[in-house]
């Protein structure tokens, strides 16, 4: 989910006018016969702009990946940052995402849901179709057990987007059209993703903020008779923008396959306790810890539509970029000791512990920040760091100064800091030493808080 500070994923709705939320079948194209009924409408009101669309790309079939998932590595020895941290705790070893226990959906089977006078239908209906058996869907989601997306079923809305949205509104609306058994919605598959294309008129609310906003996209679940149902909610920022929808997409869709249901039953919904901080700036799912890259976005070798990095925890285990499909050269990274445990404020959890720096709100204290380059590379690059919570807060709580810009793979830099006040978002502050090489940007997360 695509987000700002807020704590679990969201849940959302749909205006029950614009959405046709009375349960009838009426004013809802779907089905088989969904985007040629819905072409024949749009080219009937407007005949002398209409032209057909043509796929770009080839649909995918249901089915497993060849040879099953691959599933996560247990975490061991990948990105060391050294031996020991003083005389507290070891030095920690690579994040990872960890999963509470909540199921993912092996085989996810997407209906993508749009209105018939939006002009991106017809490409919308193309990615949903054919994402899910591409080499980039593979690389971001088989370690966690994920296999090949389909799309069993469109639906088309022949009613205008409505002007604003909630949550609530959204989860009523699917409710009631699977239980009436409208077209597209009735007996949904196991594994079900409904996805919500929204148009540029659309203001959508989720936890009291508004899309294009706080947010673009987010996925959440509701209960059908006793069966819980995922779906994704896309707003669109950019009214003809395909890239900035399928970017959203495959964000959304990554992160409601590993964390299907993440109110009733979380899987991969954070970092482990240990690198809960990385959750901080953006969220702690695996488009999350990834979308704020300025690669984040990108279009695959042959493949038409952007698409977004997510997090692997088996890459950077072995030392490679967390952010897969990795951009070209080597990764890198400054990691600054965490060599205490201190208290925070999860978004997700609540008040918890983790490690990191414990400095008094006054004080100063100097760490030291191990620098790392994959595969041993030995070609310098810049590093600086940056308080995090004159982002998410407005305001700076820390002062930082690096004793070097410049690293090199297996060196120390060292960072002193002074806690000039405490954090009101999470009761610690958190920080990111980011790292610029070849035209690439990494960051690793670090945080101080109050001595135990």
Known sequence: MQRLLFGATGVVTLSMIGMGACGGSSDVASSADAGSDARK?????????????????????AGPYPGGPVLTPDAGDGIDAGDEAGDAQPLLGPPQLTSFGGQILHTPHVIPITYAADDLADPIEDFVGSFGCTDYWRTVVSEYGVGQ??????????????????????????????????????????????????????????????????????????????????YAVMARCDDDNIDEVTGTSSHEFVEASTDPYPEAAPAYVQPDDDHVVFSFPAGGEAGDLCTFLPDAMFTPDGYPFVVQRTWSNASILGGGDPCVPAAAGAYVAGIPDQPDIIPVQNTISGATTTRGIAIAVGATRTIDVHLFAQDGSSTPWTISATDVSQYTEGQARLTLSLDTTTATNGGVAHLTITRISKGQVYGAEPFTIHSRYTGRDAFWAGVVGDPL
């Open 41 to 61: 409408l749009y080219e009937t009101s407007v005949p002398d702009t209409y032209v057909p669309y043509q796929p770009r790309t080839t649909r995918c079939a």
């Open 149 to 230: 997306a389909d799309m069993p079923a469109t639906v088309r809305l022949t009613d205008p987007s409505p002007a604003t949205i909630s949550d609530s509104q959204i989860a009523g609306y699917l409710q009631k059209q699977i239980k009436a058994g409208v077209p597209g919605f009735a007996n949904p598959p196991a594994d079900v993703i409904f996805a919500f294309y929204f148009q540029r008129n659309t203001r959508i609310e989720l936890f009291g903020s508004q899309s294009c906003s706080s947010f673009d996209g987010y996925h959440s679940s509701t209960v059908v008779d006793g069966k819980r149902i995922a």
